[in-house]
Structure formats: C-alpha cells, structure tokens
C-alpha cells in the first residue's frame, strides 16, 4: 500500500490556516466586483489590471481553502502547483496597475514634459513615458515565475532545482520592479508639490491626497516582496521521489520555517497585497480615459493653466492654488 503524502503540509500550509484563507477568500469578491464596474466606468487599464489580480487572488485562497480544509486536495500535487502558479502570477496585476496609474499621474501633472528634472531623476523619469520596457521586465518575471513553478514540481533533483533558481529570479525581478515603483512614486510626489496639488481645492480625496494614497500602495507592495524574498530559500520541492524521501516530507514542515507558514504569510505577504487593492478603491485616485484626453489635449492646444490643469472645460477647482 503506497504512502500518501500531504503535499499541502509540506508546503507549509496546514488546517489550522482554514478560517484565514477563507476569510481572504470571501473579502476579494468586493474588490473583484468593483474593480469591473470601474473597468466599464472609467476605461482605464488600471481597473482592468486589477479585475485580473483580485480575480487570481480570489481564486488562489479558495484554492489554498482546499488545500488546507480537504485531505483530496491537500494530496493532490497538481492543485498544490497550481496554488503557487496563479498566486505568483497575480501579483503582476497589481504591479501593472501601480504602474499604470503613476503614469496616468505623471501626465496629469507633466503632459508631454520631464517635470525639470535632470540626471539619474530624468532617466528614472524616462521610464515613466517609456512603459514599454517595464511590461517587458514584468512579462519576463511572469514567465520565469510560471516555467519555475512547473519545473519545480519535476521528479527530477536537476530539474527541481532550476525551477527553484528561476522562481527566485522571478521573486527578484519582481523586487526590483517594485523599488522603482517606490523610487518613480517619490519623483511623482516631488512633482506634484511642485505644482501645488496638495492645495486645490478637489472635490475628491484621491485627487488632492492621491500621492499619498500612492505611496502606501508602494510601500505595501514593497512590504509583500521583501518577505517573499527573504525567505526565497525556504520554498518546499514538491514532486520528490516518495521512496527516497518519504521521511523528509513527512517531517520537514515541522523542522524549519517555510515562506508559506500562516503567521506570517497573512500579515506580511496577504495582508499587504489587499491593503494596496483597497486602496485603489479611494474616490478620484485614478484618473478616467477621458480626463486623460482632455488633459493630452489641453497640452496640445496651449489651454492649460499655471498650475498644469487643462482649460477644455469650466475649472473644477477653487482659485486658492498654490
């Protein structure tokens, strides 16, 4: 009679975890709902960024619900590995949409322009009006995080350990993206002090204070792949020849910390991630298709004010701008 193997434990995720992953099950259905309403709304690419990220955070917990409520799936490796793929892809979603809303931003504040800055702040301030070569670095990590995940899951020692080394580049790729988010977020900050946004006189918190809300959204993604990153080394290796290695699968959860374990994967890995998506939800954060061709073609024409607001309709804001 063969042994079977609770790969889900191996993994670092246990029972004990069920009221969590459920919890994070349910709490994304409002995100994912409002994130599509603003998608049909606004039009913009960062709802419908985050349309697929909350829809593959939905769907990773009720997946790691499975694993950690159900002995089938606990055993099963296939929906292990597919725990980890749609987890690890989804974060992409919520970097694009970081992304793409410190771009739509900075061309609110910046149409067409570099904001006066030079050197090392103009390349990075390059990067903003070429998103190009971002989506190219985070479509690599998408794809290095995907084919590590399969190959990690191979019988193969050799193989295991590429896919492990292609996840971790993936989990650094990653890391990197998100730094620069965190760098562009403060050029974007000094940029619209420059202009004085903090003084107008908005009808909506996410227009006056969008900044801040931006930051946090920075700051929480950076929170989330640090940990990831630190604790790159302790992934498990699912797909290990049984007769080998029966005893090491068996005991090993319980020998060391894993980067899955539940008392601090929530609170640093889960929590964060849900945090930032809230917060795309704050009021006038995320600037609509057609305030962004106003605002293009208000440049064009000349007709925009001292404080960079495009003149195409009536001013929405108070006199007092600084």
């Given at each position: 009679m063969s042994t079977k193997i609770n790969y889900a434990a191996y993994d670092g995720i246990h029972r004990s975890e069920l009221p969590a992953a459920i919890i994070f099950t349910v709490i994304y259905v409002p995100p994912l709902l409002i994130s599509i309403l603003l998608a049909f709304r606004k039009k913009t690419?960062?709802?419908r960024a985050l349309v697929l990220f909350s829809l593959t955070r939905l769907v990773s917990f009720a997946l790691r619900s499975a694993l950690?409520?159900?002995?089938?799936?606990?055993?099963?490796?296939?929906?292990?590995i597919a725990e980890q793929v749609i987890y690890s892809v989804g974060f992409a979603g919520l970097i694009y949409s970081a992304y793409t809303l410190i771009i739509?931003?900075?061309?609110?504040?910046?149409?067409?322009?570099?904001?006066?800055?030079?050197?090392?702040?103009?390349?990075?301030?390059?990067i903003l009006k070429y998103p190009n070569v971002m989506r190219l670095v985070i479509t690599v990590a998408i794809v290095l995080g995907i084919y590590?995940?399969?190959k990690a899951s191979d019988t193969n020692p050799n193989q295991q350990s590429t896919g492990s080394a292609l996840r971790e580049a993936a989990l650094y790729i990653f890391l990197a993206v998100v730094c620069i988010l965190n760098i562009l977020t403060l050029l974007l900050a000094a940029d619209e002090r420059r202009v004085g946004?903090?003084?107008?006189?908005?009808?909506?918190?996410?227009q006056r204070y969008g900044i801040l809300v931006l930051l946090v959204i920075a700051v929480m993604c950076l929170i989330r792949e640090a940990y990831l990153v630190s604790t790159a080394?302790?992934?498990?290796?699912?797909?290990v020849s049984l007769s080998l290695n029966v005893f090491r699968l068996l005991i090993q959860p319980y020998l060391f910390v894993q980067q899955n374990r539940a008392p601090l994967f929530y609170p640093l890995a889960a929590l964060p991630e849900f945090i930032a998506v809230m917060m795309f939800m704050v009021p006038g954060l995320v600037p609509s298709k057609i305030e962004l061709l106003e605002r293009a073609n208000g440049s064009k024409s000349g007709r925009?004010?001292?404080?960079?607001i495009p003149m195409t309709q009536e001013p929405q804001y108070a006199s007092n701008r600084v």
């Open positions: 690419s960062v709802y950690a409520g159900n002995t089938s799936a606990a055993e099963n490796e296939n929906v292990l739509d931003r900075d061309e609110m504040v910046n149409p067409g322009g570099n904001g006066g800055r030079t050197g090392i702040f103009l390349l990075l301030g390059r590590g995940g399969v946004v903090w003084g107008w006189n908005h009808t909506a918190f996410g080394k302790n992934l498990a290796k699912v797909g925009v004010t001292d404080s960079g």
